[in-house]
Structures are given as C-alpha cells and as structure tokens.
C-alpha cells in the first residue's frame, strides 16, 4: 500500500470505516471483516472517500482505457441450459445460433482499419465444433492482417474446454494459442466462485479453484490476464470477499493479474432473472460503486480496478473515477453479450465520448495497451482547447 493517504476523518461518518482507515494509513492488509464493514457501511462515501484516496495515491487524476474492438465468434455452448444468468448462448441448431467462419472474423476485423484499435477482444460459447485448430487458425490470420492489434482472447472456461475436448493440458493449450497469437487472456467466466452459488447459477461450468488454476498457469508462462467477479444475483457479501480473497491469495502468488473488473448482473432474457422474478431490475448505482470500491481496498495487491460502462452505464462509470476507479471499457466498438441480457448502453463508444466522459468527472484521460503501457496522454479538463465547464456540460 501508499505511504500517506489523503483520507479526510471528517469525511467517514460511519464510526466502523475509522478503524479501516487507521489500517489504510498504516499500509496494512484488510481482512473479511474489514471488507464485510465496507460492504455494510450506510456510509458510502465514505467507502469512495477512502477508495479514492487509495486510487489517488496510486494513479493521481490519470485514467486509462483502452482502444479496443470485440469479437464474439460463436455463441453456440454446451452449457447453454446450465448457465442461469446467461442470455448469449445457443444450442447449435437454436434459432439465432451462429458460429463465424474464418471470413466472417476477418470481415469483422476489418472495422478497425483505419481507426484506433489496438487490441481484439475476442470471447464466445463452448462450442464443440471451435477446437484448438478454429482458434490457432483465427488468432494467425488476425496478426497477419493487423500485425499491430493485440490478442486478448479466451477465458479460462473457454481454455479448460478446448483442453477437454482435445485431451490436452491447460498448459498445452495455452502454449499452442500462444505461439499462434495470444498475447493475454481476459477475466470474464469467474462468475462467483462459490460452490453453492455456482450450483444455482452455473452448475456445470468451471469451477472457482479450476478458474484460478488457468490464470496461474498462463501467470506462470509469461501469459498476463484479467480476473472478473460477477455480482447482484444470488450471492451474499460473505461469498464475494471469498471471491475476491481467492484473486488476492493468486495475484500474491504471481503478480500476473492486470485488472479486476467487476462485472454486474443484468436478470433480462435470461432464466436467472425470470426465477427471481427481476426482469428489467439490474444492479442498484449504489452497489455498483461500492463494489468497486472495496475491490480497489480489499484487492491491495492490483494496479487497476476497471470499470465496464457498458454494464452499468456510461454516467456511472464516470461516478466511479471517484471510488477508486482508475480504468475504463475503451471503444468496444459492437458489443453482443450483455446486449443480449438487457444491457441498454450503446454497442460502442467514439474516442471523443471517452475523452468527455474522463474529463467531465475532472480527470486526465490517458490511452494505454493492453498490458496497461501509455500509447498517449490526453489533456486534462481546463488543458488544451476544452474549458472546464465545457467539460462538465457535455459529459
Ligand atoms: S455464460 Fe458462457 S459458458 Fe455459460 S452458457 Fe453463456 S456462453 Fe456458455
């Protein structure tokens, strides 16, 4: 942790935040029951207060994103009936079901000739037909055809099923989708790790112990990735620290985690929602930053807490900059996934919007790549030709 934190006493008007603060100020570690006091507090600005005081230590007014295209190539999954929360998926001869060819990928790629991008996001179904070969042959003629873009592809249930289906190592795999391309993975399939939760949402898909054992494993070939945790469907306060001690103990273990994205749960189109009868109810803004902020205290050992607009809205993710936050979901350019589950946010979003959303909330808007290096700084709000005022209306 930082030497001195700005944190303001006066600003904690919960008595129980004061011991964390003390804790805060000391550098020491927080345990559950620090976590369990964030998550509880009525407090909670005083939960941003002093998870901006953390991120500002760390990053000062600078906030990075990145300049990125998504790819979903299949969204036909073998789990498409076990995975509750889920409205992307379909069985192969499902109306709606589809599964790229080559072309098709290239054709989709090619939106970002021409344009910033810098990096593919590329994540899709378990489909039994898309093996090691569908992928190594996508992730070569990608780099042939845009030798500049990195490859953040695969989650770790994507990457325990192309082992399973080839009879293949975690490790084997990884290797092989390396040499083709695969520069790093991205975090999303870690749901909750929870095996009680899992059983109700997700009764067959990795489990949490085998998730972490993927990251370790790309951690330990050189492989950096992201780590996620789904949050604001069955699971209690107790299973999401569980959750988030189980990416610390790793990222203790070997540093390879990049960012920790918490991701919100939308109940539409998809069978979770209608069990708990929440069609159209997502995530409450409150939970939604305070989740963020006690990611960025509780996870000491993460540069980066990242917020994903698309999941919970442009406007909130400018809130976060002020609890703790200090990344931002980039262009995107043709979102599917939370689309397909309620998400009403735009598909993707203009450099120039990013740019206004970071400055409106008084911060410095910096382009990074995918392993978090500065590809440009931005002026700040006030800096350049962009008067503050002129910020703060558009964004
Ligand atoms: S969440 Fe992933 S693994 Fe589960 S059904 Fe959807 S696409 Fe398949």
Redesign the pocket.
Known sequence: MTASLAIDPARLRDPALRPVADKLQRGERLDRADGLRLFRSPDLLGVGHLADAVNRARHGDRVTFAANQHINPT?I?V??T??A??G??RLPKEAGAYRYGLDQVLAESDRADGTITREFHIV???DMQAGLAYYTEMFRALKARHPQVHIKALTA?EIAHIARIEKMSHEAVLLALREAGLDTLPGG?AETFSAAVRAQI?GK?LGGAEYIEVHRTAHRLGIRSNCTMLYGHVESLEDRLDHLAMLRDLQDDTGGFLAFIPLAYHPDDNALGAQLGRQGTSTTGYDDLRTLAVGRLFLDNFQHVKSHWIMVTPALTQLALHFGVNDIEGTVVREKIYHAVGARTPQGMALDDLLRLIRGAGKRPVERDALYRVVREFDGPGEGSEAPAAALAGA
């Open positions: 969204n999954c789990l498409r076990t995975c929360f889920c992307y998926a899709g179904g378990l249930v399939g997700a898909k």
